[in-house]
């Protein structure tokens, strides 16, 4: 454990991902919160692998924990950040992976990944970067109480961690022409990249248009056949666990919702990419939701490289920056 320790995060608007340079652990948890008031949790028992958790004597429930307590995912305006919610997933990461180290080894770097519409403002960006430096985590968790100390933070768009882990595993190369695709909750972005730059008029954002928004037209489907609301979150478990509700199948469902998204996607990314898709060697998408949709986007385009590991791809790539 020599060296500078470095902790990746990638604070998605669904999910939180980490992993570090200095240990095997990885963690996935759904990027929500909620203020503590109680102790019935810690009362009743139960395992909750530090999401019932003290960060600088605030306590808080994260992840899955939170969602059971009824909290919801938080969409802030475009143009602010939610300094509170930056600090408890970093909390959390830097609880879950970094526990096990000395106290002389808790200084650390932390590089994190937030969705490349906030890269328009920068300004807001380089306020975020300096409140995580030099700042200080007293994390109380399960297992142990950790304290940290922040030496250095960087802020890099998600879509660039996966785009240095895909040249850092030779599955691309960095003199390749290549769009990243990364299938948010709540965003797509697309990110075009030749010889390690961006090409800026072919990138972007459809803003409104990630798997959270799949998820809600299959809610209103199933909601016209049975008059009963689905949440999004219990529609997704249905989905990963292959379930039926009410005897419907929301496997066929989400395909066919899929298939409606995806064609206005497409038809927006061949007006603004027009005769310059033509030269792009290899379309790549990761995120979370990748995976519902690379068969999808495979009928469209015919350079689709689809790899096995979509979810962790920013933050495994934000450890080669």
């Not at 300096?130 to 109480?145: A, H, L, Q, T």
């Not at 310059?276 to 519902?292: F, Q, R, T, Y």
Request: proline share 2%; aromatic share 10%; net charge neutral.
């Amino acid at each position: 454990m020599s060296g500078k320790k470095i902790i990746s995060i990638d604070v998605g608007f669904g999910y939180t991902k980490g992993c570090s340079n200095f240990s095997k652990e990885e963690v996935v948890f759904p990027t929500a919160y909620k203020a503590k008031t109680t102790s019935y949790q810690s009362a009743l028992g139960g395992y909750t692998k530090d999401y019932d958790i003290t960060i600088n004597d605030k306590k808080y429930f994260v992840g899955d924990l939170a969602l059971i307590q009824n909290a919801k995912r938080h969409f802030q305006d475009q143009d602010k950040i939610d300094q509170e919610k930056i600090d408890i997933m970093i909390g959390t990461v830097l609880h879950q992976i970094g526990f096990g180290l000395k106290e002389e080894q808790k200084e650390i770097e932390i590089r994190l990944g937030v969705p490349l519409y906030l890269f328009q403002y920068p300004k807001m960006l380089i306020e975020m970067e300096n409140k995580i430096k030099e700042s200080e985590f007293k994390i109380v968790g399960d297992r142990i109480e950790s304290n940290f100390k922040i030496k250095k933070a960087t802020i890099h768009p998600q879509s660039i961690g996966a785009y240095a882990d895909l040249i850092s595993k030779k599955e691309i190369t960095n003199t390749e022409k290549v769009v990243i695709i990364d299938v948010g909750y709540r965003t797509i972005d697309y990110v075009v990249i030749e010889s390690g730059n961006i090409i800026e008029e072919m990138t972007g954002t459809f803003p409104e248009s990630g798997t959270n928004y799949i998820y809600e037209d299959i809610s209103n489907f199933i909601e016209s056949k049975t008059s009963k609301k689905l949440s999004v979150e219990k529609i997704e478990t249905y989905i990963e666990e292959n379930k039926k509700y009410k005897g419907v199948s929301l496997r066929d469902i989400e395909k066919k919702v899929v298939t409606k998204h995806l064609n206005q996607i497409v038809s927006e990314l061949n007006r603004k990419w027009g005769d310059n898709k033509n030269d792009i060697e290899k379309l790549i998408l990761v995120g979370g939701g990748a995976k519902l949709m690379q068969d999808e986007f495979s009928k469209h385009f015919e350079n689709v490289l689809k790899v096995k590991e979509t979810q962790m791809r920013n933050a495994q790539g934000y450890l080669y920056l």
